[in-house]
């Protein structure tokens, strides 16, 4: 069965401080790819990564970073000194690539409130 | 570019009555995507068109629901008769490719059946 399991709820931290959204995820398939999205109280979905299954290095994208590991099939997302602005729904995502259904499979959402 | 166009954005109708929900996804997108959002269920797929054929509606809930996508820069969500169970954020997104490529999501359009 294919699944995506953001265990955090909710996260709260305080302005400049680091935090890490954890993903785990589970799937048979060998191609596969892996996403984040954030959901501002704007509401819309907006796309940040899409790592696929053989390419395990780690990406950084300013304040931004993603830990990819297979062994644990985690796919976490850290960002550094977080800042208010970063507070949103984050949603860790994951389609099959021997999949012709076009379908994303999303994790539940983590809710991150950074205070000032 | 304009991004994925969803209309309307609140929609409040009473039990029975018909909900259009509507969708312009991006210019040259091939794909167009059907989500609904509930505290419940979360994210899920309703359904999805390519080049303007429905591909997989595996995920619409009941015959109630219905979608079409008359032409490349449009396309229509229909539930007939509405329940209040039905109430969710309904998302359309597009893509070039499937979605091992990255989805753009429209607006959303917030649905309350009372």
């Known amino acids: 069965a294919q699944k995506v399991t953001q265990a955090q709820t909710e996260i709260s931290v305080v302005e400049k401080e680091d935090v890490t959204l954890d993903c785990v995820y589970e799937?048979?398939?060998?191609?596969?790819?892996l996403f984040w999205y954030k959901q501002p109280p704007s509401g819309e979905l907006v796309f940040l990564i899409r790592?696929?299954?053989?390419?395990?290095q780690n990406e950084i994208s300013g304040r931004y970073s993603w830990n990819f590991q297979k062994s644990t099939s985690s796919f976490n997302f850290t960002i550094t000194a977080s800042q208010v602005v970063d507070s949103a729904v984050y949603f860790c995502?994951?389609?099959?690539?021997?999949?012709?259904?076009?379908?994303?499979?999303f994790g539940q959402g983590t809710t991150l409130q950074v205070k000032p | 570019d304009a991004g994925v166009i969803q209309s309307p954005r609140h929609e409040v109708t009473e039990m029975g009555q018909e909900v259009t929900l509507r969708c312009k996804p991006i210019s040259g997108h091939d794909y167009l995507f059907w989500y609904r959002q509930t505290m419940m269920r979360g994210l899920e797929l309703l359904i999805y068109f390519n080049n303007n054929v429905p591909i997989d509606d595996s995920g619409m809930p009941e015959d109630r629901f219905s979608a079409k996508m008359p032409n490349a820069s449009f396309s229509t969500l229909k539930i007939q008769p509405s329940e209040p169970r039905d109430s969710a954020v309904y998302f359309c997104a597009s893509s070039l490719r499937p979605s091992s490529e990255k989805l753009f999501f429209g607006s959303g359009t917030q649905l309350s059946v009372l």
């Open positions: 790592r696929n299954s053989f390419d395990e």
């Open positions: 995502a994951l389609h099959m690539g021997s999949s012709n259904t076009g379908k994303l499979i």
């Open positions: 799937t048979r398939d060998t191609t596969y790819y």
